[in-house]
């Protein structure tokens, strides 16, 4: 095998082939500068930072030993980054000729062939550039991700030097990971349940990550796949969302919104107060947002809960350059219909305590290991599993804490929208930039085909939240006037 050509990690392999006619498993940003970019800076830019990592210059290659990495020999940068004249119907503001625009992308396929990216600058923006990107979920999961995009900018730091690679690809590097960094995420599982994941799941997940493995491992692959099969049937005895305007069969055309941000020091004071995470705070309010959105179209959320997959980060953050995804995906229930804002972020933070001390995420990694397995139509059947159960995928990104820079000009605003699988048709994101926070929501036309109306809900809510822990007596506080 040359030495240009990798054999793709399993669970790659199924982000790569979960793609289907109404969703496709691309991650889309947009990145807002001022003042505006030239076309060939660009490129310039892109060649030189992001050629850097492998993936980026790197085709699929199908054959009948599996799916493999392998350099782009005719790789023309012209391919990848390309020129967008944004078009503006009458009345359209450029915001939504630019929402409408991301949303037709996200239902383009990339051409597999080829590096699995793409971004698209749209000259004359208000004032400056918008670029938008695209970027196929099997390169990296949104922490590699982010870290990539941040390396690009003016100032960002090269990946770290990579030792030359034969055919095995970085499987080495694969068994000391999940050796040293699986369990790390499950910190507050006792040392008893810890030695015991260690000494079973560690070593079933060390032979799935492991591209090598062939005839001689089948034996024990098999054992994994029927122990992982009944817990498959545990995930699927969960009961099933409360029905809602959300739930439905998607069309495969989509819609994008994004919020304005809101200040990182508002939503930490509110969890200091609350004796809450920040992330606590964040889903509260986008659980709010949704209640809001279907209490107004006539669907009372009273009373209803809805499941959204939350993807847990299971690699050390240190070593996010190293692309491919290393997160398992944890069911979170989201309570839509509890009026009292209080109350609410108590009821998330109840639910996200309860899954940082289950298997859940690590049992969605090995699940998603064991499909990257099977033929296709099998793999569709247990990723349905998490589809059939969930209305939402709902994830969370830390981005810098300073504005940034790219090509001189500065990055105003940032937003990602993340894909959703099966027939989920509602996808959320939440990103810290800059000392603000953005809600980012990227839904099914036929199931809600004006998403910002349910992103303008969620700063009024995250208000009404402020308003009432700022009424609330602080520890320490003095009363006496």
């Known amino acids: 095998m040359p030495v240009d050509r990798q054999r793709m ?66 790789f023309d940068i012209h391919r990848h980054v390309v020129r967008e004249k944004l078009k503006r119907r009458r009345g359209q503001s450029a915001r939504q000729a630019l929402q409408a625009r991301v949303g037709a992308l996200s239902t383009q396929p990339l051409e597999s062939s080829r590096p699995l990216w793409q971004f698209h600058l749209v000259d004359d923006y208000e004032g400056g550039s918008a670029i938008i990107a695209r970027i196929h979920h099997c390169i990296g999961d949104g922490i590699a991700l982010i870290s ?107 819609c994008v919104a994004w919020s304005e941000p809101v200040p990182l020091d508002q939503v930490k004071a509110i969890g200091k107060s609350l004796g809450c995470s920040i992330n606590d705070v964040l889903l509260a309010s986008a659980a709010a947002a949704i209640g809001a959105w279907l209490r107004d179209r006539g669907d009372d959320p009273a009373g209803k809960e809805i499941r959204a997959m939350v993807p847990v980060n299971l690699r050390p953050l240190e070593e996010a350059w190293r692309l491919g995804n290393r997160f398992g995906l944890a069911p979170l229930v989201l309570p839509i219909g509890i009026d009292n804002p209080v109350e609410r972020v108590y009821a998330v933070r109840a639910r996200m305590n309860e899954l940082k001390a289950s298997y859940q995420p690590l049992l969605a990694f090995a699940v998603l290991a064991v499909a990257g397995l099977v033929v296709k139509p099998l793999q569709d059947a247990i990723l349905g599993l998490f589809a059939k159960k969930a209305t939402a995928v709902m994830t969370n990104v830390p981005g810098p804490g300073r504005p940034l820079t790219f090509c001189g000009s500065t990055l105003r605003q940032t937003m990602f929208w993340v894909p959703a699988s099966g027939d989920i048709g509602v996808g959320v994101s939440i990103l810290s930039y800059a000392g603000g926070v953005q809600f980012g929501l990227i839904t099914d036309q036929a199931l809600c085909d004006d998403p910002q109306a349910m992103v303008d809900r969620f700063e009024p809510e995250f208000e009404k939240l402020l308003l009432l822990t700022m009424m609330l007596p602080w520890e320490g506080g003095d009363d006496r006037g």
């Not at 029927?226 to 739930?247: H, W």
Request: aromatic residues 6%.
């Open 9 to 74: 990690s399993r669970v790659d392999t199924a982000w790569l082939r979960m793609d289907n006619d109404v969703n496709l498993m691309m991650i889309v940003g947009v990145w807002l500068l001022q003042p505006g970019i030239a076309y060939e800076t660009l490129c310039a830019r892109v060649k030189d930072k992001l050629l850097k990592y492998d993936r980026f210059g790197h085709g699929v290659v199908f054959d009948a030993a599996g799916v493999h990495w392998q350099q782009d020999e005719g």
């Open 148 to 254: 990539v995009m941040m390396s690009i900018t003016d100032g960002g730091d090269d990946p770290p030097r990579r030792e030359r690679r034969g055919g095995g690809g970085s499987s080495e590097r694969d068994d000391a990971w999940f050796a040293q960094s699986v369990l790390r995420p499950l910190g507050d599982l006792s040392s008893q349940a810890a030695g015991l994941l260690e000494a079973s799941v560690t070593r079933s997940l060390e032979l799935l990550g492991d591209p090598r493995q062939g005839v001689a491992g089948t034996l024990e692959q098999l054992r994994l796949v029927g122990k992982v099969a009944g817990d498959i049937v545990a995930m699927a005895l969960m009961e099933d969302d409360s029905p809602t305007l959300l739930k439905g069969r998607p069309s495969g055309v989509k």
